[in-house]
Every structure is written in C-alpha cells, then in structure tokens.
C-alpha cells in the first residue's frame, strides 16, 4: 500500500513564528488531507487538497502531486496551534479504501 | 446536531462484555468509516461502507463487528476485547461516486475513547 512519511515528527517553536511540515508519499493520490488533533482527539479539517496551493488565514498548503509531497505552512504561530498536525492520503486501486495516514507532527507553541 | 456525532465519548468495559459504538452523519454523505488511533500506531483504517456496502474490512479481528443499518448511522459491536484494543475509535464520512474509493473530503467525529480492562 501507500506510504505516507511526515517531517518532522517533533517541532517546539515560541510564539509568532512561523513553520513548515512536510509530508511525502510513495504513489500519485487522488484525495490528500490535513487535520490538526486537538488535545481532545477531535481530527479538524484543514486542507482537502490532492494539487495546488490553497490559504485560509493563517495557514497555508500546497501540494506538488508530481514530486508526491504537501507542504502545511503556519505563520504568526498561536499557543492555539498547538497538537498534532496529520496528513492523509488516498489512492484508487492502491488496496484500501480509506486513508492512509502519517505518523503526524506534534508541535507546541510556546507562550 | 451537525456533523458527524458519536456516541458514548468514553467507554470503560471488561474483556467479556458487550458494548456497541455508535457514529451518525448529518452532511447527506453516502459513505462512512471505523478508523482506530492505539497510542503506539498511526491512524489506521478498520471498515468501510459505501452506499451502505461493506467495501473494506483491514484485517480487523472479528470480535469487532461493523452494522450500517443506513446511509446515515454506523455501529460498531465489541464483544470479548483485549486490553490492547483499547484505543480512540474514529468514525468519519464522506460523499463518494458510486463505486467507492475515498476521494473526497473526509470528516470525523469526535471519536470513543475506550478503555478494556
């Protein structure tokens, strides 16, 4: 099946600044997302985006489904940011038909 | 209620009881899924419905067994666990072309987080 590798796995950063995660994948994707868990386990949706660059203030993604990556951009880091940041992906015809998640990033941000 | 719901949000059972998970969809989705999340292991996925059809079933042991009843409800029944299937369970949705595959935006909810003793 596919795999789907995150990086990296640990980011400690003070607040107002900015961040980048990365997530790689071994195969073309037909559906890649981002979710930040909350403390709670609640998954939030960040990003639906199989190609291209989207924004929604704060934060931004983009991902390059020729060079199988996805970039998660954070800039003006809040305390609120905090948790871990997942992404997942899905493939037809790759053997599961559900997503495939990454180990995630845990990030804390520092007051 | 909107969203997806699930039902209890914490769960503390013995190795032979009886207990049943319960997930309901208010976006009109036509697909639903079991993922687990154990503390050692990544996300992974367990059941999945399409139009009410099981299409996946990842290898899970049988003492958990998945209902669909609806396009809008999903079960998941717990008979004789382990202490290491204690886990979040995740139910999430989506809206799918028939003939299944998850390529649309999924979205969960709030999870079970159970406990065998």
């Known amino acids: 099946g596919i795999q789907v590798e995150q990086s990296p796995p640990d980011l400690i950063l003070q607040e107002g600044a900015n961040s980048t995660l990365r997530c790689n994948f071994s195969d073309s994707v037909n559906n890649l997302q981002w979710f930040h868990q909350n403390p709670w386990g609640q998954l939030i949706n960040l990003f639906y985006?199989?190609?291209g660059t989207k924004q929604n203030g704060r934060l931004s993604a983009t991902t390059v489904a020729t060079e199988r990556y996805s970039l998660l951009y954070i800039s003006s880091s809040q305390t609120t940011d905090s948790g871990v940041y997942f992404c997942?992906?899905?493939?037809?015809?790759?053997?599961?038909?559900?997503?495939?998640f990454g180990k995630g990033t845990h990030l804390i941000i520092q007051p | 209620e909107t969203g997806v719901t699930q039902t209890p949000r914490h769960l503390v059972m013995g190795m032979t009881n009886k207990k049943s998970l319960k997930c309901e969809q208010h976006?009109?989705?036509?697909?639903m899924y079991w993922y687990k999340q154990s503390a050692k292991k990544p996300l992974e996925l367990m059941f999945v419905?399409?139009?009410?059809?099981?299409?996946e079933n990842n290898s899970v042991p049988s003492r958990f067994s998945p209902e669909c009843p609806n396009s809008s409800h999903l079960f998941l029944h717990l008979h004789t666990l382990q202490p290491e299937d204690s886990a979040l369970y995740l139910c999430?949705?989506?809206?799918?072309?028939?003939?299944?595959?998850?390529?649309?935006?999924?979205?969960f909810g709030p999870g079970t987080r159970l406990t065998v003793l």
């Open positions: 997942a992906v899905f493939k037809s015809g790759g053997g599961a038909d559900g997503l495939t």
């Open positions: 976006l009109g989705h036509n697909a």
């Open positions: 999430a949705s989506s809206q799918e072309a028939l003939g299944g595959g998850a390529t649309r935006e999924q979205f």
């Open positions: 985006i199989p190609s």
């Open positions: 419905y399409n139009f009410k059809e099981q299409t």
